[in-house]
């Protein structure tokens, strides 16, 4: 099974207050992005495609450099102007010509996911038949969090 996973990596971290792109401030040892793209990776995905805002050299020579060091490519896509998670998949459009399989949406700074949460994801997916399918978790405290609202 083929599937593509989408980085999202374009957001600006005023919150952070630093000059350091918000991808690559270290946890563990590792920068936010390296968790993605490793999990993502292990997890058996075919592409990796992640959007980050114009101008982000640093972010762009970390994903060039990572690709370098394990055999694979991965695609940076810009996002410019920056207009909102929508959009910042819809920039991993011309990444994904021609590719037919199953597509995961993350983000750059959720380093617990696991290479198998990717596999079981992606396969879940497919045995479902289902044209979209989205996993959240519930958070002790919320607070910090986008809401994934579900029913009525």
């Known amino acids: 099974m083929e599937f593509a996973v989408i980085i999202l990596?374009?957001?600006?971290?005023?919150r952070m207050k630093s000059a350091?792109?918000?991808?690559?401030?270290?946890?563990?040892?590792?920068?936010?992005?390296?968790?993605a793209l490793d999990a993502s990776a292990l997890g058996g995905a075919t592409r990796q495609i992640v959007?980050?805002?114009k101008g982000a050299n640093a972010v762009t020579d970390f994903i060039r450099g990572w690709g370098d060091a394990r055999g694979?490519?991965?695609t940076a896509a810009v996002q410019?102007?920056?207009?909102?998670?929508?959009h910042a998949v819809e920039c991993a459009a011309d990444a994904l010509k021609g590719f037919s399989?199953?597509?995961?949406?993350?983000?750059?700074?959720?380093?617990?996911?696991?290479?198998?949460?990717?596999?079981?994801?992606a396969t879940r997916l497919?045995?479902?038949?289902?044209?979209v399918t989205c996993l959240g978790f519930r958070p002790r405290n919320p607070a910090g969090y986008g809401?994934?609202?579900?029913?009525s």
Request: avoid cysteine; glycine fraction near 16%; hydrophobic fraction near 35%.
């Open 9 to 14: 990596a374009a957001g600006q971290g005023k």
């Open 20 to 35: 350091l792109p918000k991808p690559l401030h270290r946890l563990g040892g590792k920068p936010l992005l390296g968790w």
């Open 51 to 53: 959007i980050t805002p």
């Open 72 to 74: 694979t490519s991965v």
């Open 80 to 86: 410019d102007p920056p207009m909102g998670t929508g």
């Open 101 to 121: 399989g199953i597509g995961i949406v993350t983000y750059a700074d959720t380093p617990l996911l696991r290479a198998d949460t990717f596999s079981a994801l």
């Open 126 to 131: 497919e045995e479902s038949g289902a044209a």
């Open 147 to 151: 809401r994934l609202v579900t029913g």
